[in-house]
């Protein structure tokens, strides 16, 4: 009979290793998903961010072709005045 329980305590100890490592594992699963889901969500916050830099830089150079167009001509009706 010894060898039986033996056996059984052997299984147990078994079962019980697999439900530790299952449990391990489930929580390595969720920690993978919770990271790519924040790799993911950062990639989506650098893109937005890109995407402002470039439409600030966008509207930056458009007030400089601006200013410059108003300063050409402010020069000519200068010249034009002191002509």
Do not use: C, F, N, P
């Not at 889901?37 to 650098?46: D, G, I, K, V, W």
């Not at 458009?62 to 300063?71: I, V, Y």
């Amino acid at each position: 009979g010894t060898l039986a329980l033996e056996l059984a305590k052997v299984a147990d100890a078994l079962g019980e290793e697999t439900r530790e490592r299952q449990k391990d594992h489930k929580v390595l699963q969720s920690d993978v998903k919770r990271l790519a889901e924040e790799a993911q969500s950062m990639q989506t916050l650098r893109r937005q961010a890109e995407e402002g830099l470039r439409e600030q830089i966008y509207m930056t150079l458009q007030r400089l072709e601006q200013a410059q167009e108003t300063m050409l001509k402010q020069d000519s009706e200068i010249k034009a005045s002191v002509g």
